[in-house]
Structure formats: structure tokens, C-alpha cells
T-cell receptor
């Protein structure tokens, strides 16, 4: 079983829809939770990071962490065609040798005009 | 400024060639990373440098040789690669605070798309 599970999609929604992206994890040692957005043939771009359970909002994006259920979500409000990308959840445990990210498989999102 | 730069953007090389990928950051970060990413897959960690010392090598073949000349630069030397090594190679950096309770978020560069013929 993978440490981090993420539905790869693809997910297709109309412009203006609310998008919900989710990941579950099994390693209770994970301390930090991140969402990256990756456009085709580009590097991953950090969208949000959270440490504790609860919600964190940044513009149209809300990251939610539920450590008791080992479940994280990213909500995108008023989705735009420019949000079309692959979204990767990532989690880490900080070690003395550096932070090691464990990624989900990524969810491919298309927002249709 | 949260920018990590990588050169070249694209690289095509034969199996007998020697080439190098370069990565640079000026955010004062003290950890730098190399990842390999195949199509429709998440990045796979290859190497980690922490305070200019190699701290993680994920059993990468010796045809890949990392180098960290200083805290801002990271190189990946390539020699005798195979066609299956064709991928997007990503560099990342993170602050690497001394206290493990502080956030150590990784920032990625745009990548070098490598094709091995």
C-alpha cells in the first residue's frame, strides 16, 4: 500500500465550479502537508503548505488537513481555465538529513470555459 | 524571491556523451535536491545536499554524479546514460532550518527536459 493515495483523475469541471482535490495517507509521522500545481512540461509550483489540522485559505484556494482521519484536501473556488494543471499533494517528515517529500500520484484537472 | 533556476531547459545527448545540468538559487536556502520525473508520475528523489554535504543518495546509478560547489549551486553530471534516463530533471531547494520544528518547504525549478538517444 502506498503511503500517500491520490485519485489521478482526470477531473473535468466547468469554469466557475468548486473543485475538491483529496489525498489520504497512512504514515502518522507526516508533519507538513503541501499542495503543488504543475503545468504541463513545467516544474511543480508550491500553492499551499500547512502544519496543523484545520483550514488555511489563500485567495481562491483553501487547504484542509484532518490528521485524525489522515486526510487532506485542496478546494478551488470559482475555478478558471488557467487552473487546468496537475495537482500534487506532498507530505514530509523533517529529518536531520533534510526534508523528504512523499508525493501523491497527482490529479489532472481541466477547467472548461 | 522564491526562484530556482535551471539550465539548460532542454538537452539531447547520446549514450556516450558527458553533460552537466546546473541549478542555482539565491534564497539563502541550505538544502538542495535533485529529482527525476517521468511523464504522468510524481517526482522521484535522487539526491539531497544539506549544508553543502551529500546527505541522501537514493541508490541512484553512478552514471549520475551530483556536485554542490557552494550553497547556491548544484550540478548533476551525466555520463553514459541510457534511453530510459530520458525524463524531466528537477532541482529544488529548501531553507533547512536547524530546528526540525520549523517548516522546510521545498521550492522547485522549471526543470531540464533530457532526451537520451
Amino acid at each position: 500500500q502506498k503511503e500517500v493515495e491520490q485519485d489521478p483523475g482526470p477531473l473535468s469541471v466547468p469554469e466557475g465550479a468548486i473543485v475538491s482535490l483529496n489525498c489520504t495517507y497512512s504514515n502518522s509521522a507526516f508533519q507538513y502537508f503541501m499542495w503543488y500545481r504543475q503545468y504541463s512540461r513545467k516544474g511543480p509550483e508550491l500553492l499551499m503548505y500547512t502544519y496543523s489540522s484545520g483550514n488555511k485559505e489563500d485567495g481562491r484556494f483553501t487547504a484542509q488537513v484532518d490528521k485524525s482521519s489522515k486526510y487532506i484536501s485542496l478546494f478551488i473556488r470559482d475555478s478558471q481555465p488557467s487552473d487546468s494543471a496537475t495537482y500534487l499533494c506532498a507530505m514530509s517528515v523533517q529529518e536531520t538529513s533534510g526534508s523528504r517529500l512523499t508525493f501523491g500520484e497527482g490529479t489532472q484537472l481541466t477547467v472548461n470555459p | 524571491d522564491t526562484e530556482v533556476t535551471q539550465t539548460p531547459k532542454h538537452l539531447v545527448m547520446g549514450m556516450t556523451n558527458k553533460k552537466s545540468l546546473k541549478c542555482e538559487q539565491h534564497m539563502g536556502h541550505r538544502a538542495m535536491y535533485w529529482y527525476k520525473q517521468k511523464a504522468k508520475k510524481p517526482p522521484e528523489l535522487m539526491f539531497v545536499y544539506s549544508y553543502e554535504k551529500l546527505s541522501i543518495n537514493e541508490s541512484v546509478p553512478s552514471r549520475f554524479s551530483p556536485e554542490c560547489p557552494n550553497s547556491s549551486l548544484l550540478n548533476l553530471h551525466l555520463h553514459a546514460l541510457q534511453p530510459e534516463d530520458s525524463a524531466l530533471y528537477l532541482c529544488a531547494s529548501s531553507p533547512r532550518p536547524r530546528q526540525t520544528s520549523s517548516t522546510d518547504t521545498q521550492y522547485f525549478g522549471p526543470g531540464t527536459r533530457l532526451t537520451v538517444l
